[in-house]
């Protein structure tokens, strides 16, 4: 509940230094009051059902109009077989828009002087002031979670069943593969006006819920396996009831750390609408805020209590894995009822499951460094340098797949996309994207310089040297701008290939955060061991 006062605490203050500081409101709320008629919203399909016409190249088949009545949406969602290549949003450009103008005169023609005329003003000060608040509390609940791992470690089952590490980035990974992209959906239906009544809204949510609780019991059951797999390879061996451990706390943390954050996140979604805030701003980072937090805590709690339960009682377990799998086809039937998450029930585990491996292996490097003496304290910077990284590559996705949604049709791209991928392409220019992939890797230095002394003051450890903060401060960097680079090149692609990018991306980059950052700490520790710098340490 706490947690809970604290987020909303935090949008108020937002909105209130907005509107007080005459700041642009990012309003890309666009409302209509023929919320019943005719001509609601102009739609574009793609997919199976209106991909560009074989006999005419870069046409869209005209599609019956779906506004009428919430009745007819379904009506048509159910006759109309959704495929891989549709988005879970549909696309929507709004009435009198711009694009709808150039559409009519050629659908191919979507250049990026379109967007810019339509899409809402939202000066350099509103991104910073919106986007700063939910960051430093994510960045706090990340640095919450490197205290708690490096409490934890010390643990009887950690100690005793060391696969667990592996587990830790994997599950830590269901904020980017579920909860960020649940944010990151949402927010897309609030800006594009899939979430105006009532009936459009709660649908959309308890569908999307409960794709996620199924989501993430089966991730969750995938991850231990993995971690079994992969334990198994390390030390040859691996004993039944330690992997019945493994199962039972992955599922049953992936499951309820699953439902609280996607309540918060939906709270947090309908709040931002409320107030005025672009959630594409404040969603994604505030998803992740104590998503690391409260996975790691029911992890640990969870883990620590089956482990005292093997002796005596070794069927707890089962039972436990068993009981939350059997509730896996009550989540398939609901979120069937909705034609949007019916989708990805079928479609949607290709970037969730690849995301989950990714993190995997991830996993596997922190378990087999854990222990090693040279890289004495990482630990508890891991999660602050993988979770910082994806939140604000989460972030960019999120503004580029909106912005996407607002401008171009199905498959196709703005002009300046077209061409091949170079870095400048992300970081120079004056457009929105280009400003906050700028504004978000300024973010990394105070951002990363604010954590790194919390943790020193809450760890009572030795101040960080000068050697120390550059090493890391030069890794922060390296895979920010890195994420930035591929979140640039791949949403656009995405697109181009028909697959939403706000189911695509966000588990992709998120992961690659967890397996980049990782990596990169290994990469700085080994480094400062060479030039025999101190790494600061608990007393």
Known sequence: MACILVIYLCLYVTGVLNYTLSLPLPHLLHSNNDSVGAGKHNRHHYGSCTAPDAQHPGGHQQLPNRAQSPS??????????????????PNVHMPGSKVNEVMEKDPEDCSAQDGVREMPSESVRSMVLQILVPFLLAGLGTVSAGMLLDIVQHWEVFQRVTEIFILVPALLGLKGNLEMTLASRLSTAVNVGEMETAREKWSL????????????????????????????VLEGYMLLNHAALLCSASVTTAFLASLLQGIIMVGVIIGSKRIGINPDNVATPIAASFGDLITLA?????????????????????????????????????????????ILLYTGWEPIITAMV????????????????????????????????????AIQSSRIATDLYHHCPPRQVPEDRRSCYNPCRTF?????????????LLL???????????????????????VFITFFLAVALLQVFTLLCIADWMIPCLWRMGKDPDSYSIPYLTALADLLGTALLVLAFFMLWLVGEQVPTGD
């Not at 093997?310 to 979120?335: D, K, M």
């Not at 090693?372 to 990284?389: E, L, Q």
């Not at 990394?444 to 000068?466: C, R």
């Open 72 to 89: 007819n949406s379904n009506t048509f969602n159910e006759l109309c077989p959704y495929t891989e290549t549709d988005p879970l949003l």
């Open 205 to 232: 949510i308890i569908g999307n819920l409960a794709l996620k609780q199924m989501q993430a019991t089966v991730l969750g059951l995938l991850a231990a396996l993995a971690a079994v797999f992969l334990g198994w």
């Open 298 to 342: 029911i992890l640990a709690c969870l883990s620590q209590g089956l482990y005292e339960c093997i002796e005596l009682y070794p069927y707890v377990s089962y039972l436990v894995c068993l009981f939350f799998l059997g509730l896996t086809p009550l989540w398939v039937v609901v979120s069937s009822r909705n034609p949007a998450s019916r």
């Open 358 to 393: 990714i993190s995997s292996i991830g996993g596997l490097i922190l378990d087999t460094t854990v222990s090693d003496p040279n890289m004495v304290g990482m630990i508890v910077y891991t999660p602050v340098m993988n979770g910082i990284g994806g939140n604000l590559a």
């Open 428 to 440: 120079c220019g004056s457009g929105a994207n280009h400003r906050s992939s700028q504004v978000l």
């Open 444 to 466: 990394v230095v105070p951002g990363h310089l604010i954590f790194l002394y919390t943790i020193h003051l809450m760890k009572g450890s030795t101040s960080p040297t000068p």
